[in-house]
């Protein structure tokens, strides 16, 4: 089975499927938490250090960690750039933007010095936990064959109704555009049957972000246990232009160019639970653990298709649009962390996160019957259990800390697997300006190649089109200003 491999920032999206299927249920699913510059800077390893508000999104637990209230907000610029190679020839396409990862406010509650219960603290945080937004563009001469010649094997032996009733968004628009025309019984087509130059161009638009609440218990300034509920929140926008051009010097047919065109735009809402404690067994020692439930969105989705000829003269046919209702469960998580501090002058963060991307699953609403279990069955065979693991560092220059680290989340497919894994390395600096306010900055970089084929097409079994190679890179770069109550 051919992968479709998907990550939060570049989602691959191949010209032969719509609507829900088992990549989307991966988009959805991954999170990459971008957060405050003290998260960005240590790679978001802060399950066992707390008192950060991107810290309580992975483990509310360190949500006890504060001990005054505290306010803050994170804006950040972003570069994201993507290298395509395709038939020997290489493009490249990038977007630079701006980001508003993380804001919060945190209330601290004093209880007593003398009884177990120390402190209270109830915390609000708005945290982006995915990215969406890339462009890419590919081209090269492909001197084999045509997206028409994929049609072509799909409709063998169907009538034009038949067409009509099963493809209506990709091959019965193509026929209105006369790209596909019926000659002596058989359906032929002026595309020519290779030697044409294919492109591919998509841009995504999209963030998942999640309001967190939670609460923490303060016991013993030794073990915090804390309990969040979130409110989760997806959109994106998906267009892809897929367009093949005669070459300049090929004059067998009237045929010039055509483009496919597709256009999904996606609205989620959901929630999930969140439970984690911190325990200080030693003065140098942290040990976290949290568990996050599944989060439940509800979708509403819409899909449409558009198919554009240049021949003897312009045609084009365009599909009416389509409307999707839909429930996604994404999987559960856990997470182990520890975290060793050398007195006051530093520390070394670990996290470790498991989950089974085979347990995400798709179901109707109760408006709709839609059956899901093709869907679910291939979500369970293509994708499996895996770890994400962050590492970060911070260390003590006077009234500044220095911040390092990097991550590595493994491959969806499971473990033993390569596809789809990540590596990221970040820095940071904490400067402050007062003794309430200070200016953090994080800095990450992203890498992470792929490879897909723009649409599916087969001979003697053997894809018979070249994979679009992709080297994708993520710049980001965070500025937090925190607020304390002196």
């Not at 038939?87 to 630079?96: F, I, N, Q, V, W």
Request: proline fraction near 3%; include cysteine; charge should be negative.
């Amino acid at each position: 089975m051919k992968r479709l491999l998907s990550i939060p920032f570049f989602f691959l999206f191949t010209l032969s499927v719509y609507g829900q299927g088992s990549a989307d249920a991966l988009v959805y699913a991954q999170q990459y938490y971008q957060g405050t510059a003290k998260a960005i800077g240590m790679a978001s390893a802060l399950g066992a250090i707390g008192g950060e508000m991107t810290a309580v999104c992975i483990n509310p637990g360190g949500l006890g960690l504060y001990r005054k209230d505290e306010f803050t907000f994170s804006t950040g610029l972003q570069y994201g750039s993507t290298k395509s190679t395709y038939y020997g020839e290489t493009a490249s396409d990038g977007r630079l933007r701006m980001t508003l990862p993380n804001t919060g406010y945190v209330w601290v509650r004093e209880r007593s010095n003398f009884r177990p219960l120390r402190r209270t603290q109830f915390g609000i945080a708005l945290t982006r936990t995915n990215d969406f937004n890339y462009d890419a563009v590919a081209r090269g001469v492909n001197p084999d064959n045509s997206l028409i010649d994929a049609y072509l094997a799909q409709i063998d032996g169907l009538s034009e109704s038949q067409i009509g009733e099963q493809f209506p968004y990709t091959i019965y628009p193509a026929m209105q555009a006369y790209l596909i025309d019926l000659v002596d019984g058989y359906y032929d087509s002026p595309v020519p049957k290779g030697n044409l130059t294919q492109r591919e161009a998509i841009q995504s638009t999209g963030r998942n972000e999640e309001w967190t609440f939670s609460y923490c218990f303060d016991l013993y300034d030794r073990l915090f246990i804390g309990a969040s509920f979130g409110i989760a929140h997806l959109k994106r926008n998906v267009s892809t232009d897929f367009t093949e051009t005669a070459l300049p010097d090929y004059s067998a047919t009237s045929f010039h160019d055509w483009t496919f065109s597709q256009r999904t735009q996606s609205t989620g809402w959901g929630i999930n639970g969140k439970i984690g404690m911190i325990y200080f067994p030693a003065d140098w020692l942290r040990i976290g653990a949290a568990f996050h439930t599944p989060t439940r969105d509800y979708f509403d989705e819409s899909w449409a298709t558009k198919t554009e000829a240049t021949l003897n003269m312009n045609y084009g046919g365009q599909t009416y649009t389509s409307y999707y209702e839909y429930v996604y469960r994404s999987p559960s998580k856990c997470v182990g962390s520890l975290a060793f501090f050398v007195k006051q002058h530093g520390l070394i963060s670990l996290d470790a996160e498991y989950t089974n991307y085979g347990k995400a699953k798709f179901d109707c609403t109760s408006d709709d019957y839609y059956d899901y279990t093709s869907v679910n069955d291939e979500i369970k065979e293509l994708y499996g259990k895996t770890f994400n693991l962050r590492f970060g560092t911070e260390w003590r220059i006077n009234d500044s800390y220095l911040r390092a680290g990097c991550a590595y989340y493994g491959s969806p497919y499971g473990f033993g697997e390569s596809d789809g894994s990540l590596w990221k390395a970040a820095c940071g600096i904490s400067l402050p300006v007062s003794k309430a306010t200070t200016f953090d900055f994080g800095y990450e970089m992203v890498r992470f190649q792929s490879a897909h084929m723009p649409y599916q097409y087969y001979e003697d079994g053997a894809p018979a089109v070249q994979d679009v190679n992709q080297v994708k890179t993520l710049g980001n770069l965070v500025v937090t200003l925190k607020i304390k109550d002196y």
